[in-house]
């Protein structure tokens, strides 16, 4: 018999735990690492934590600079995902030469005011009815192939979305990143702490957890691969060492696992797509972050996509966003060799064109100053082989290192490039004569239609202002008329910057309407921001989206009108894992979910754009019944 916990953590490396309820888990809860210690003990702990943010951390979080969010907003991190990304995140390569206690010391530091409270699982379901992939459901980054994010069958109507209530809500420890998966009547999670569930999609019960080596960022997806694993079906996820996971969907027990990339700056970021029994996997890079130590040897690490075996994870072809290998070029004044090209990471999901037997990915910005071809690009591969047909680079010379920007940085790039990555995932789209055409947003703030053929750009309409954190971040929506844009736009003062939402004609890119974010207070303390940069989700009639103050809203598809607003950070939760007065954050990087009458959504978006994370994930059905 195992036992449903409640944590509170005294720091990052001892916990206290406190039994709460009987039940039959489908994986054990993680045991405590040490016993309580004294008051003395953990003071002591707390007064290393502070001389060490000092030191190490407090240059680029207090105050803030670039996309370094603020130390305020680090306190309302839990202790536990404050060490996760210290030691397997985008941090790591800030805490080189930091122990294991050191950075656990950084954590206790940083909670010792704020989320010191861990929660625990939610209750095991009271019985594991077989799993089959069936009925209504939104797997993996888009219900399509193509990218679309349209839920056709979301189980409510137009005129029922004003009535949406919270049904319920669980406290989500690193759920700040990966959107959730629903496929026959489970709900699928993946966290940055590391913890991956399958929960009831309409009561939160819980079916399993599993413990990834490292946090993930992913958004599960769920398929069907015969001898996969003893059910049929897998669940497939990336965590932040490079490591591709196969899991048995219906019981959470490891299938296989791959490392993909062995730059130890690399990452996995995007959700995976599934074809054919082969995995297409997105390999991205935290290079970026590192590039600002000027005795880093930056920079060697290139964006990729890798096609697997979906039944054992073989690999059956990589291939490059930028096809020249790193070479050594100059050292800089500190003495740091210096290399390049490189860049190019693919942060979204690939798109399939199934009529093509191609698959599209977006690249992000390169790091130096060599010249390359594959930054900043829409690039077609082959489905079989991956054999590039086609790159169309939109941006030269894009160039950037976070941190460069502070006087003294030792090996940035001689000129800076405005960071225009293409964050999201292109959308493969039907045009009403029946051609295909690719719509394309970066944060540029520009929209791009491309030829899947050829590659060739066909038309381009710049919306807002654009910059390293403003344009189009992390996706659009369309249904079978319009193109959805979100535009970001953070701190592009109007009229340039337009934070949003916009509507175009996909054939022309002409703009039908735009809705500007609306400017009101947010409901928590620190930075708040209107900035519109999740992808949005579309279901007949109604386009959801979001802003980093916490606004959840919906938009009438043919106008732009908002007929409802749900502010996510501004009320208190009773959650379904025992959490009272838990309360919401910022919302960033991922839509709303719907399926079978129920939508859901992630509020505590832990980045740079806004406030506090405060992770909760939020339940919705009509009146909340």
Request: aromatic share 8%; hydrophobic share 40%.
């Amino acid at each position: 018999m195992q036992r449903n916990f409640k944590i509170i953590s005294l720091f990052a490396g001892s916990v206290l735990v406190i039994s709460m309820a009987q039940g039959v888990l489908a994986q054990a809860v993680t045991p405590p690492r040490a016993t309580t210690p004294s008051a003395a003990a953990a003071a002591a702990v707390v007064a290393h934590g502070e001389s060490l943010f000092k030191t190490r951390c407090a240059s680029c979080h207090d105050p803030a600079v670039d996309r370094a969010p603020p130390k305020a907003s680090l306190t309302r991190h839990f202790p536990d995902d404050l060490a996760a990304t210290l030691k397997t995140g985008v941090m790591q390569p800030m805490a080189v030469g930091l122990s294991d206690a050191d950075i656990d010391a950084i954590a206790a530091y940083l909670s010792a005011d704020g989320m010191t409270e861990q929660a625990a699982d939610p209750a095991a379901c009271a019985s594991t009815a077989r799993f089959k992939m069936s009925g209504a459901g939104w797997n993996g980054w888009s219900i399509d192939a193509r990218n679309s994010r349209q839920q056709r069958n979301p189980g409510l109507s137009s005129a029922d979305v004003p009535r949406l209530k919270v049904k319920w809500s669980m406290t989500y420890i690193g759920g700040r990143y990966g959107q959730p998966t629903l496929v026959g009547g489970r709900l699928f999670l993946t966290s940055s702490s590391g913890r991956i569930y399958s929960l009831d999609a309409k009561t939160g019960c819980m079916y399993w957890r599993f413990d990834a080596d490292a946090g993930v960022r992913t958004t599960p997806l769920i398929g069907e691969v015969k001898g996969g694993s003893p059910s049929g079906y897998l669940m497939f996820f990336g965590d932040f060492q490079r490591n591709e996971y196969a899991l048995d969907a219906a019981t959470g027990k490891l299938q296989w696992k791959v490392k993909l990339e062995k730059h130890p700056r690399g990452t996995l970021t995007g959700a995976p797509a599934l074809y054919r029994g082969r995995l297409y996997v997105p390999i991205s890079s935290w290079e970026e972050t590192a590039g600002g130590i000027g005795t880093y040897e930056c920079c060697t690490a290139r964006g990729a996509l890798a096609a697997l075996d979906a039944k054992d994870g073989r690999l059956l072809w990589k291939t490059y966003t930028i096809e020249q290998e790193p070479q050594p070029t100059v050292k800089n004044s500190a003495g740091a060799q210096m290399y390049g090209p490189a860049g190019g990471a693919v942060w979204s999901a690939p798109t399939i064109d199934e009529k093509r037997r191609a698959v599209y990915i977006g690249t992000g910005d390169s790091y130096t100053d060599v010249k390359e071809n594959g930054s900043d690009a829409i690039i077609a591969m082959d489905l079989a082989t991956g054999r590039v047909k086609w790159r169309n680079q939109v941006t030269e010379n894009d160039s950037f290192l976070m941190g460069c920007y502070r006087p003294g940085t030792a090996n940035c790039p001689t000129v800076m490039g405005p960071d225009h990555d293409f964050g999201a995932s292109p959308i493969l789209f039907k045009l009403r004569n029946g051609k295909d055409i690719i719509l394309a947003g970066q944060k540029s703030g520009a929209v791009f239609g491309i030829d899947p053929d050829t590659g060739k750009t066909l038309w381009r309409n710049k919306l807002g202002a654009g910059s390293a954190m403003g344009g189009i971040e992390w996706g659009m929506a369309a249904d079978d008329k319009r193109l959805y844009v979100a535009v970001a736009d953070l701190f592009a003062p109007p009229p340039k910057g337009k934070p949003g939402l916009f509507a175009l004609e996909p054939a022309t890119g002409a703009e039908l309407w735009n809705t500007p974010a609306p400017k009101i207070p947010c409901g928590f303390s620190g930075r708040c921001f209107n900035a519109q940069s999740a992808a949005p989700s579309v279901i007949p009639g109604v386009v959801l989206s979001t802003t980093t103050d916490g606004h959840l809203r919906a938009y009438r598809a043919d106008d732009g009108t908002i007929v409802w607003d749900f502010d996510t950070a501004g009320q208190k939760y009773q959650t379904i894992n025992g959490v009272q007065d838990q309360v919401g954050g910022t919302l960033d990087v991922a839509g709303p979910t719907l399926a079978d009458g129920l939508m859901y959504i992630i509020s505590g978006y832990a980045g740079a754009l806004a406030g506090p994370p405060n992770n909760v994930l939020l339940v919705f059905s009509v009146d909340g019944k």
